[in-house]
């Protein structure tokens, strides 16, 4: 993303007179504070990461963070996109880059939202220079992480298979998930199997071991019962029904 950002910021007269404006997908404030969603924290993370990486580049424009397509008659996360982009040309922000920083793809939030509605609100505040960073799509890098993404998750998908999250049983090897991740990132070692957790009760792992012993035992009765007609069927007198 900060990729996108610098490249575009390339597209204005003074890059450096920027105001990034980064704007998130809403959710209603409820989700946040009362299920303890934690979109609003992780939200404000990545914007921080993403500056992060933009100073190490010498870029050091303002920036804000909103959220937008809230609808209905509840609260949502604030500060909402559209009333900041008001204050923004209020306080005299005379060039604006949108940054759609919650979305992977282009859609209507993107294209017609932020595009078409806002940039129309911006111009109308006196914001005299609008532009937008793409969203990542299919951008070599972010394909690439997603990428790495899958491989260092398939060695637990057989883990997760038999799971039972309740009883919170182990996915993952026992140790340090941040340093087997970082082992793998700068030396691509192969990580280890995940190490799976046994628990006494009805669990989906007990469960599908006992459905398989129990077959089992069901194929060696049939067996007896055909080779030596001395098993239990024969003795309570049902199998001879069927012949």
């Known amino acids: 993303m900060a990729n996108l950002i610098e490249k575009e910021l390339q597209k ?3 890059p450096e007179k920027v105001v990034i404006f980064f704007s998130a997908h809403g959710v209603p404030l409820a989700y ?7 979109y609003k ?3 404000e ?5 993403i500056i992060e990486e933009l100073e190490k580049r010498k870029i050091t424009n ?3 963070l909103a959220y937008q397509s809230r609808v209905g008659p509840v609260e949502w996360l604030k500060p909402y996109t559209d009333e900041t982009i008001v204050e923004l040309g209020r306080k005299g922000v005379k060039s604006l880059l949108a940054v759609p920083i919650s979305f992977v793809s282009e859609h209507i939030e993107t ?3 932020i595009d078409v509605e806002y940039k129309e609100l911006a111009l109308e505040s006196g914001i005299e220079n609008w532009g937008r960073v793409p969203a990542l799509g299919c951008e070599p890098m972010f394909i690439s992480d997603l990428a790495d993404a899958v491989i260092e998750s398939l060695p637990y998908v057989g883990a997760m298979a038999v799971s039972n999250l ?6 993952v090897p026992l140790g340090s998930v941040e340093e087997l991740l970082a ?11 995940p190490v799976t957790v046994w628990e006494w009760g009805w669990t989906k792992s007990a469960e599908t071991w006992n459905g398989r012993a129990a077959m089992l035992a069901v194929l060696v009765l049939l067996v007896l019962e055909v080779t030596t007609g001395e098993g239990f069927l024969h003795q309570w007198g049902i199998l001879p029904l069927f012949r």
């Open 32 to 38: 946040v504070e009362e299920a303890g969603d934690p």
């Open 111 to 113: 294209l017609e939202e």
């Open 62 to 64: 303002a920036y804000t």
């Open 183 to 193: 082992v793998y990132d700068s030396q691509r070692r192969e990580l280890p199997p």
């Open 45 to 49: 993370e990545c914007v921080d990461l």
């Open 12 to 14: 204005f007269d003074n």
């Open 41 to 43: 924290a992780e939200m």
């Open 166 to 171: 309740e009883a919170r049983q182990s996915l």
